[in-house]
């Protein structure tokens, strides 16, 4: 018997996990509908709600945008309306962070996130996967000797929080798998592990002779 129960719980839970994420998602998404007329709307056209009817809009609001400010008209517009917002105290620099921030996260040309790294932390001999974010600026590269790189160490299981460190880049191991594997091994607490992969067990070797 309890293994028939430990068996179902190891099928339903990640379908109810996933079912409950998907509809969480949709649901925040569906809040764009309230843009729109109400006479527009799916509940007064069709006579009920459309679940996913708001996610569509978000998508095509997203795509339009994008296609929209491709051309020299629409970044002149956008310039426009970034000068309007760097203006407005507060909202100029909330929007300042955001937008630096976004920049460099989906920016096709930089690193952020790009790569796994693997680092000692909290402590020397202690090990965990990181993400490279690029490199320090401002005053702090100016007091730092040598070749550093910037990382993300997440926290698990939940990778939304973490610690931002920075570290000679001797000291981190850059690993052969995607920001999507290493993402599951950390929230999964390393259960669930990527291939194995020789030339990341040689480098940490190589660290670790070091060391």
Known sequence: MRKYFVTGLLILVPL???????????????QSLLLLPERWRPVVLFGYNLP???????V?????????????IGKKLVYVWEMLLTRIPIVSSIYSSVKQVSDTLFSSSGNA???????????????????????????????LVGDYISVYVPTTPNPTSGFFLMMPRSEAIELDMTVDEALKYIVSMGVVAPEYVASAARNLKAVESEV
């Open 52 to 58: 996913g009817a708001g996610a569509v809009l978000t």
């Open 113 to 143: 996130f790009r790569k796994a790294m693997l680092v000692q932390y909290p402590r020397q001999g202690s090990w965990t996967i990181a993400f490279l974010t690029g490199a320090p600026g401002g005053d702090v590269k100016n007091h």
């Open 60 to 72: 095509l609001i997203i795509f339009v945008t994008g296609l929209l400010t491709r051309n020299f």
């Open 16 to 30: 109810a996990i996933t079912l409950w994420v998907l509809n969480l998602i949709i649901t925040t998404l569906d």
